[in-house]
């Protein structure tokens, strides 16, 4: 499993747009939350944890598995994908401040675009995923629906365990995830951050992270 700043052995100078493909499946956050304030209680919700162990360990299985065709695959991920996080959400999130202005006609070809992008960055490095493993450790409610699931990944390439924080909203079998902490720092921002930036210096033409996004790249890496 790639995640930022690791120690996976011979890291590759693309590491950073893997890791942003990461930040905007798992790392959607609704542009109407905050950032978490962590340990705001200490109870614990059973059902969040059981989700992210499943859906977040079936993801990362899904990419290691060797047995499957490339077509199998991909279709298997997208599926996993689907079941983990809430994609339309996190498409719209990353584009920051120009979710509010982006036109229906923009939006209808950067959706499926954006998508494309993110699968083929995971999708492109199959040969780092070793059989990773992950394992919940506890969770924190903050609020009814709203829970930080607390894992370790470790096995495959990664050098000792790597401690990853989950954020879901929902409840009962409807949990999604909406955004991701790695090292003390919420992710799901810095993907934001890339897009609006290339927005930005495109004088607030979205169409250009689109295109960038089409030829295969993500704008500021």
Avoid: C, H
């Avoid at 590759?12 to 930040?23: I, V």
């Avoid at 905050?34 to 059902?47: G, I, T």
């Avoid at 919940?136 to 000792?160: A, E």
Wanted: hydrophobic content about 40%.
């Amino acid at each position: 499993m790639i995640l930022p700043g690791n120690t996976m052995r011979n890291p590759s100078p693309t590491r950073r747009g893997a890791n942003a493909a990461l930040l905007a499946f798992f790392g959607a956050a609704a542009l109407s939350i905050a950032s978490p304030a962590l340990a705001q209680s200490s109870a614990r919700d059973p059902s969040a944890e059981a989700f992210v162990q499943a859906k977040a360990q079936r993801v990362i299985s899904v990419l290691a598995n060797k047995s499957m065709s490339e077509t199998q695959k991909k279709q298997v991920f997208r599926q996993a994908v689907d079941e983990l996080a809430d994609v339309p959400r996190i498409t719209n999130f990353v584009l920051g401040k120009y979710a509010r202005t982006i036109t229906p006609e923009q939006r209808a070809r950067f959706t499926p675009v954006f998508r494309t992008y993110a699968e083929n960055v995971y999708q492109s490095r199959i040969d780092d995923y070793r059989g990773e493993q992950l394992k919940v450790t506890g969770s924190v409610v903050r609020k009814p629906g709203d829970v930080i699931v607390n894992t370790v990944v470790s096995g495959g390439q990664l050098g000792q365990p790597v401690p990853v924080s989950w954020r879901v909203l929902g409840g009962g079998a409807n949990w999604k995830v909406v955004d991701v902490q790695f090292k003390g720092i919420w992710l799901a921002i810095t993907q934001q951050q890339d897009f609006v930036s290339t927005i930005d210096n495109a004088g607030g033409n979205i169409d250009v992270l689109t295109n960038q996004l089409q030829k295969g790249g993500s704008g500021r890496r």
